[in-house]
Each structure stands twice: as C-alpha cells, then as structure tokens.
C-alpha cells in the first residue's frame, strides 16, 4: 500500500521536475535555448552557421559604409577640380580678347598656370583610407623615369649603362611585353620592382651584382635605389618574398616568364610578361653597359590600373558560398593629375595657345563630368547593395533567434510550474510528518490509559 509519506518522498525525489526546474533557470539567465549540444544538436549546428552568416553580413555593412565614403571623398576632389577647371576655361576666353597686350595675356597666363597646380594639387592631395583615388599609379612616376616605349625604339636593339638605378617603367594595362638584354662579358642582371618596392623578377640581393654597388641589405637598396626620382613611393621599402630568379610565375594576376644568367658563361637574359595590373620598375644592375630589345603589343596608358577599391563580397544569391554568386563592387581610380587631362604645356600665352587650351578644358571637363558620374552611380549601387543587405541581415537574425533563443513565456510557465510542484511536493511532506507525530502521540495516549 502506497502511504502519504511514501508518495511525497518519491515526488520530492523525482529527478525529471529538478532537471526541468534547472533547465528552465540555464535558459532564462543566459536567454538561450541552446547552451549545450545535448540541448539540440541540429539546432546547434544550423544556428552556428546562421552565426557566421550574420558576422559576414555585418562586415558586409561596414565594407560598403567605407566604400560609399571613399566614393564621397573622391567625388568632393572631383567637385573641386571641375569649379578650377571653370575658372580656367574663363581665363582662357578672356585671352582670346582681341583687345588684350602681350602683357595682359602674361598676367592672365600667371593666374591660369597658378590653378593649373591647384588642379595637380588636388589630384596628388586627395587621399581616401590611405589611396589618391584622383591619381593613377603611373603619376607617381618620376619625370625623370620613361616608359618603355619611350626609352627603347619597339624591337630594335638600344645600348644602355647598367647601374643601380631605373631605366624605364612599364605601364598598367600593358600586354605582351618581351625584354632580351646581352651584358657581353659582363655580369649585369635585369631587376623588376614595383612603385612600392618589391622584387618580382630578378636576382637576390646576396648576389655579386648588388654587392659591387654597395648593397646588400633591403635597408641599403631603400636608401640607393628606392626613390623618388627613381619613380617609387616615398613610402617604399624591399619585399622579395615573391622573387622570380628563374623560370615561370604569377603574381598579382600577372604571368612572368624569365631565363637569367644562371650559367657560366651566359651573359643573355629574357623576359616576357603577360600582361600588367600595376606600373612595373625596370633596372639593369651592374657596372657595365648592355643592349636590350623590347617588343610589346599593347601599352598601358598613363594613370590605368591598378589599386582598385573592391566593396563586395556582395552575396545576392547564395548567402553561405562566396566562390557562386558572389559579385563585388569595384571603384576604379580616376586620375585627373595634369598629365591624365593632356594639359601639361596648356598656356594661355597668345590667341592660338588660348584656343587650344579652350580645347583642352572642354575634354577635362567632359573627363571630370564623366568621372563625377562613376562615383554617383557607384556610391548609388552600394546604397542598394546596403539595403539588400540589410534586408538580408534581418530575415537571418529572425531565423537564427527562432532556432536559438530562449522562449521566455514558456520556460516561465515550466520554471513557476516545477516551482508550484516542487513546493507541493515539500508541503504535502511536511503534512504527512505532521499526520504521523499525531497518530503516534495518539497511540502513546491510548496505552498510557
């Protein structure tokens, strides 16, 4: 027989209303429905992969923010460089007054040639999370460094001293480019660099032909050869980590092909290169003179390529695969520096020089319009690709919270209801102890009698 002491032990006892209890307290106090995997195994592993979703959604956000602010700081430059334009354009028609001296159109020349340096100004001080997206890679070029199509004549041999130094450059969006040098006896190796310093082709600096000029560290070849002059940025400093000393490779999306001197007696080198996607530096190292022959298909002109800002991965159809459905938001840079607008002789000197200037102008001003417009229409794109994202973002946090989170009505009902049990169970005890001490002083009453 099942006595009322024995029934409240077993209640009191009973493990499945503690566990409840206790599940119901984890839940609310961490305001999940999944702490362990024993808690839902599935639903762990799907909310875990709605987690990573929503970390890249929300970097997502922030990578367009910045793109759409990279996009504003480049379209104010622009805005600038328009209004100087306008004010040059004026100057220009002024000097086109027959009316005006000499010594008028060499006082309106003063003016014109002081905004033409505000326009390069501008281009070279235009600066957006540490890019000149006003200013091509190539404008970092010094004067003093040519292209190759303008030191060496398109296949025909041309004798040169080597040294430590550049000797040409070659533009981006170049294709197709094949240098063969001979040294003769000598032993002068041919060197590519980037503007910022690396060392893609070439020999390492522990060979003889960089120690016979003085270097053998990168801290020597930053201080010899990376400067300004010799047409890389003041801020760069040797890497080689990619050196190609012989045979085949691609860096950056660029293929580079290159048989050196690696042989006694073998004074001929040859390099061929796909195609460009950055300006590339060209040294002969050595002490001595060559003959190169370079041939081409295709140059890149001043100011292309190179260091696009990429905003995306933009994921519109497949939020858990980047490498399907993956399309990415690119802001080309637009150089507006004097050589990019073909006005660096523009004067306003006499009628005629006045007249090609007006020319000139109307084409930068066509150029800057135009280049005003990319950005409009990008910084446009990401404001969509903004919202889309968001949108996005919050049907995967509703999902995520729908597997993850704790229902706090329902595990508020469970906790008060195994309170309820929980104190009804010490209640009812508390009473049968009580019943028993009664029927025992009872019987001790009885016997006493």
């Known amino acids: 027989m099942l006595t009322v002491s024995s ?17 119901a307290y984890e839940r609310l106090s961490s305001g999940l429905r999944i702490n362990s995997a024993a808690d839902d195994s599935a639903g762990l592993q799907i909310s875990n992969r709605l ?30 460089s328009a209004d100087i334009l306008q004010c040059m354009r004026q100057l220009a028609m002024q000097s086109q007054n027959g009316i005006n001296s000499d010594a008028d159109r060499r006082a309106l020349d003063k003016e014109y040639q002081q905004l033409k340096n505000a326009l390069n100004s501008i281009a070279y001080n235009t600066e957006a999370f540490n890019r000149l997206p006003l200013l091509g890679d190539n404008d970092l070029l010094s004067d003093n460094v040519l292209s190759i199509g303008d030191t060496f004549v398109k296949g025909s041999p041309t004798r040169l001293n080597s040294g430590l130094c550049s000797i040409a450059y070659i ?8 240098i063969n040098i001979d040294s003769f006896s000598l032993d002068d190796d041919l060197q590519v660099f980037t ?62 092909t290159f048989s050196g001197d690696q042989h006694p007696g073998v004074t001929t080198e040859t390099l061929t290169i796909e195609n460009t996607n950055e300006a590339l530096i060209i040294s002969v190292v ?47 840079k637009t150089p507006v520096g004097l050589s990019d607008l073909n006005m660096v002789e523009s004067d306003v000197l006499t009628f005629k020089n006045a007249e090609v200037s007006l020319q000139q102008i109307d084409d930068a001003l066509a150029y800057v319009s135009e280049s005003r417009a990319f950005y409009g229409a990008k910084m446009n794109q990401m404001e969509s690709a903004l919202k889309l994202n968001d949108r996005m973002h919050e049907g995967l946090m509703a999902a995520r919270s729908q597997i993850l989170d704790t229902d706090f009505a329902e595990e ?38």
């Open 412 to 449: 508020t009902a469970k906790s008060t209801q195994a309170q309820i049990v929980e104190q009804a169970s010490i209640s009812v005890m508390a009473q049968a102890k009580s019943t028993d001490e009664q029927v025992l002083g009872l019987l001790g009453s009885i016997g006493d009698s």
């Open 195 to 256: 503007t910022t310093g690396r060392h893609l082709v070439g020999t390492p600096l522990s060979a003889n032909v960089w120690s016979i000029n003085g270097v053998s560290t990168g801290s020597d070849i930053k201080s010899l050869l990376f400067l300004t002059q010799e047409g890389y940025t003041p801020t760069a400093s040797y890497g080689s980590s990619s050196l190609i000393t012989n045979g085949s490779g691609t860096i950056n999306e660029t293929t580079f």
């Open 7 to 23: 029934f409240t032990q077993s209640l009191s006892s009973n493990p499945v209303f503690s566990k409840t209890l206790s599940t």
């Open 286 to 332: 050595g002490q001595g003179f060559f003959d190169a022959t370079v041939d081409w298909d295709t140059l890149g002109s001043p100011g292309s390529g190179g260091n696009s800002f990429e905003a995306g991965p933009v994921d519109i159809t497949a939020t858990n695969s980047l490498s399907e459905g993956t399309d990415y938001i690119n802001l080309a």
């Open 51 to 80: 987690t990573s979703e929503s970390i890249a959604k929300n970097q997502l956000r922030r990578n367009l923010n910045d793109g759409i602010s990279y996009a504003q700081i480049a379209e104010g430059g622009l805005q600038e």
């Open 171 to 178: 533009p981006a969006g170049s294709t197709n480019i094949s």
